[in-house]
């Protein structure tokens, strides 16, 4: 009879309340996601080429768990008092009948199980299918083509779902149980607790809510201008107005409205003041609830937007070659035409690339005459730093170079006589890229033997060899015969291979190039090959990436449920209202339309400080300390960022549509119920 | 009172709850009159239908069958549009746990009715100054329901119900929330207003000090009317009607052979 009875409570709970179930399955979802990284492809890759960074990231994993652990107590929680909220009678009805306690209490317990159980059935898959193709996705923004997909269940990341999943759930019952048992019988039978509204003291609040708005602008000030170098105490400052600011934005956010509210009231008819006093008095009594959401979202907004940018900035270094081998000639044609190897070779060509000879020097570190270089750099902002430390040792030679672009289907370099390139593999690196290629554009020109030689005023900087590990501060790209009179050691460097697309697209890249790692590896050739070198750079992908988006979407779930649960929950305390209302004559068409917009309101209150405040760090972000690289162009960060917002807003709008069908029903309920 | 006009008719009206052997009658074919600017009061033991009746007439209960007619109109039709304007213009409706939203202040719980039906509160400050005066609450109309006492809230509610001027005020026990100071204050006002507005109200009550005030007593048992007290205001005071329905009370309690 107890089971029976737990079983249909708990089905009636889930058929009642999508927004309850539809919370416990996002929890788990968001829980698995994470567990699983280990196991994406990607992942289990780089565990191979880089498993230092990827067991650091793995150490990682349990403090990001506990974090969503914590939140997503939250979201479980609201969704579980929700639900509790709308049993009171029944509850009340059970302790009247004569059940104990602590019956009722083990009943709810065992619901709560049950329910677990139901939604580990349902959202495990969900997760599964989520997680497969997030696998898929992220290979594919890692530049990686098409990798030979495995599929990943992982045993761990289901039993630490389960646990963690099924603890959250018996700790917000547990809770919700406590505060039922101080709860007198009779209370169960009212509507639950309303804070009353009380008149606030207009000075108090207006106080508040200037001080808010100031806090506010103080932090978006402090962001935008003054966090340039990173400083420890202005971010801490940022951080603690910010914080402060949106708090006292929304404790004060109720007596303006109120003051609003009492001028415009005697001009409005209908339902306009019952509809502003409901937003107020919710803003008023969830205050705190509506700036930790508005806090929530504002994170939201800019993980997902750094781990987009993360991910098209590391995504955006292009495969310029896939091995570079070195030693004899010979050996390594032999590996070359090997049966297997050579149908998946598109070209190998020598790289010419030496450091300058002695006789070049003009001292220690400094070749060639780079004065014209350093005026062209003295009149770009921020160069100081690049001026004092200006020095070109290396010198590449044009064939080399104008290889690897026509294999990146690039346009060839075509120097002058008098003509000279500059090549650098850090543009990257903070703004150096950036200032380097200002000052090139200004028609400079490098010294070599008392012969000016025009700089081109574009800067190269596709990678010469396949390890990225190994950077060139600065080279100089030389006509072929120049190349062979400066070289100290005029030789190739070492051999360039790249694989043909057919291989790639057939075998994807990963496969293609561990097999022909497998054959250089057996000849005991030294090489280094694209993938290895570019582990890291893609580990910084992922694991960027991923988990920012992972934990902005959290963040964004959970801010949606808590502010969409806190208002249904406080509709359904005040229902009784919405019976007055019906005997006073509004209609129902009407009292759902007020419904509509005060769900509207109280969203867009949350939503509009988020966005602003986002805007505001989105720029701090990519003005302090996140540059943009120099080949992700300005207009493609915006097109996806208004892509996302888009994505963001749409979700919204989809997700305010459910909360208020779900409210407008419940409300229409009322007139039914009344007039049996 | 105006004898000569027939505010509402009530014709044969039945309500039953439940089906086949769960079928309770509450009502059993009950036909009354109401005339224009009386004070009706209905009384009655506990589940003789008294409150089915009241909730009938305001439409919060449909009957199952029999008639309602308000000013010539059978409201037991009415649906939609027309039934919220029945709720909002025709009737005023005073509970007896008072129902004033407590997010709104009282000047705004008063204007509610006008608002819902087009009115602005600003054209409606001076008739709910005017009532305010008239029922003593002048000095909370800007405070919320929990910063007031279990009186003005009534009397508030109460201006609530009249604001739209009303054919009629239907009050379910509105005394039944409040001590015997302020049910009193409350019975007077009312009372006032009946007296002086000719406004028609019908009242449900227990309480026979409160049904003192009336002119008229309908006690219903069993879903049936069963005797009627009428009180003429000029000859008889209220102590004196309040000892005929005390004994009226006590003989029903010992069953229709001590009445008829």
Request: charged share 20%.
């Amino acid at each position: 009879m107890f089971f029976k009875q737990v079983r249909r409570n708990a089905a009636k709970n889930r058929k009642g309340n999508g927004l309850f179930f539809g919370s416990l399955v996002i929890a788990i979802v968001a829980f698995y996601t994470l567990l699983s990284l280990g196991a994406q492809d990607v992942m289990r890759y780089l565990a191979t080429v880089e498993s230092d960074a990827v067991g650091k990231l793995m150490g990682l994993l349990p403090v990001v768990y506990a974090v969503s652990l914590f939140f997503v107590f939250f979201l479980v929680y609201f969704a579980c008092k929700y639900q509790a909220d709308s049993r009171r009678r029944e509850f009340g009805l059970y302790l009247m009948l004569g059940m104990k306690r602590n019956r009722l209490f083990s009943m709810l317990f065992f619901e709560t199980l049950w329910s677990s159980g139901v939604s580990l059935l349902i959202g495990l898959p969900v997760a599964l299918f989520l997680t497969e193709g997030i696998s898929l996705t992220t290979a594919k923004m890692a530049g990686l083509g098409i990798i030979g997909h495995h599929f990943s269940l992982s045993y761990d990341a289901i039993l630490w779902t389960v646990c963690g999943f099924v603890l959250v759930q018996l700790l917000s019952m547990l809770i919700i149980c406590m505060r039922l048992g101080k709860t007198e019988t009779a209370e169960f039978f009212g509507s639950g607790d309303v804070k009353r509204q009380a008149s606030i003291s207009g000075a108090k609040s207006t106080a508040c809510f200037v001080a808010g708005v100031g806090l506010l602008l103080t932090a978006y000030y402090l962001g935008m201008f003054r966090l340039g170098a990173l400083q420890m105490e202005v971010m801490l400052a940022l951080i603690v107005c910010g914080i402060l600011g949106t708090f006292l934005l929304y404790r004060g956010l109720g007596g303006f409205l109120g003051l609003y509210i009492r001028r415009k009231s005697p001009d409005t008819a209908g339902l306009w003041n019952f509809t502003a006093r409901q937003v107020q008095e919710n803003v008023i009594s969830q205050h705190k609830s509506l700036a930790v959401s508005s806090l929530l979202l504002l994170m939201a907004l800019a993980c997902i937007s750094y781990g987009i940018s993360m991910g098209i900035g590391r995504s955006a270094s292009s495969r310029s070659l896939d091995f570079s081998v070195f030693g004899a000639e010979e050996q390594i044609d032999a590996v070359l035409e090997k049966d297997g190897v050579r149908q998946m070779v598109k070209d190998s060509y020598p790289l010419y690339l030496s450091v300058v000879g002695d006789g070049y020097f003009r001292d220690e570190e400094k070749a060639f005459d780079t004065a014209k270089l350093e005026e062209a750099l003295r009149t770009v902002e921020g160069s100081e730093n690049i001026i004092e430390n200006l020095h070109i040792e290396y010198v590449i030679a044009e064939s080399s170079y104008n290889r690897i672009l026509k294999n990146m289907g690039k346009e060839e370099l075509k120097l002058a006589d008098d003509e000279t390139a500059i090549y650098t593999s850090i543009a990257n690196d903070g703004d150096f890229g950036t200032i380097l290629t200002k000052a090139i554009r200004q028609k400079t020109s490098v010294g070599i033997d008392d012969v000016q030689y025009r700089v081109r005023p574009a800067l190269c900087m596709d990678n010469v060899v396949a390890d990225r590990a190994i950077t060139l501060y600065m080279a100089l790209i030389v006509p072929d015969e120049l190349f062979a009179r400066l070289a100290r050691e005029p030789g190739a460097y070492c051999r360039n291979v790249n694989l043909s697309d057919e291989a790639v697209d057939e075998m994807g890249l990963m496969q293609a190039v561990q097999k022909v790692d497998a054959q250089l590896a057996a000849a005991g050739i030294e090489y280094d090959s694209y993938l290895s070198g570019i582990g890291r750079n893609l580990f910084y992908t992922v694991a960027a990436s991923y988990l920012t988006i992972y934990l902005g979407i959290l963040f964004w779930l959970i801010a949606n449920t808590v502010i969409g649960l806190k208002y249904l929950i406080s509709q359904r305390q005040t229902k009784h209202r919405y019976e007055t209302l019906t005997m006073l004559g509004a209609d129902m068409p009407s009292i759902c339309r007020s419904v509509r917009k005060q769900i509207g309101i109280y969203f867009v209150l949350v939503l509009a400080s988020a966005l602003v405040s986002s805007f505001a760090a989105i720029f701090t972000m990519f003005t302090s300390f996140t540059k943009l690289p120099v080949g992700v162009s300005v207009s493609t960060v915006i097109i996806l960022s208004a892509a996302a917002l888009f994505v963001f807003c749409a979700v919204e709008v989809l997700y305010i549509g459910i909360v208020k069908r779900a409210a407008s029903r419940e409300v229409s309920q009322i007139e039914i119920t009344r007039r049996r | 009172m105006n004898m000569q006009n027939q505010i509402l008719q009530v014709e044969s009206l039945t309500k039953t709850y439940g089906k086949g052997q769960n079928k309770t009658e509450a009502l059993k074919g009950i036909t009354f009159d109401v005339w224009e600017g009386e004070f009706l009061g209905i009384m009655g033991a506990s589940g003789s239908g008294k409150t089915t009746l009241l909730n009938c007439i305001a439409t919060m209960l449909k009957p199952t069958s029999g008639k309602i007619i308000l000013r010539g109109q059978d409201i037991s039709g009415f649906h939609g549009r027309k039934l919220a304007d029945y709720r909002g213009n025709e009737i005023g409706y005073l509970f007896q746990e008072f129902e004033l939203l407590d997010n709104l202040t009282a000047r705004e719980n008063i204007a509610l009715p006008l608002c819902l039906h087009g009115v602005t509160a600003g054209k409606a400050k001076a008739d709910i100054e005017t009532l305010a005066d008239l029922l003593d609450i002048a000095d909370v109309l800007d405070k919320f329901p929990s910063q007031m006492s279990g009186g003005q809230k009534q009397r508030v509610a109460a201006a609530r119900a009249l604001i739209s001027d009303p054919d009629i005020v239907l009050a379910d026990e509105p005394t039944g929330a409040l001590d015997s100071k302020n049910s009193k204050t409350l019975m007077n006002k009312l009372s006032a207003i009946n007296g002086e507005q000719n406004k028609t109200i019908m009242m449900v009550t227990h309480d026979a000090n409160a049904a003192s005030y009336c002119s008229r007593i309908l006690f219903i048992q069993d879903g049936c009317i069963f005797h009627e007290l009428r009180r003429n205001r000029q000859t008889e005071s209220i102590e004196a009607f309040y000892d005929r329905i005390v004994v009226v009370m006590a003989q029903l309690g010992g069953g229709s052979a001590n009445v008829l």
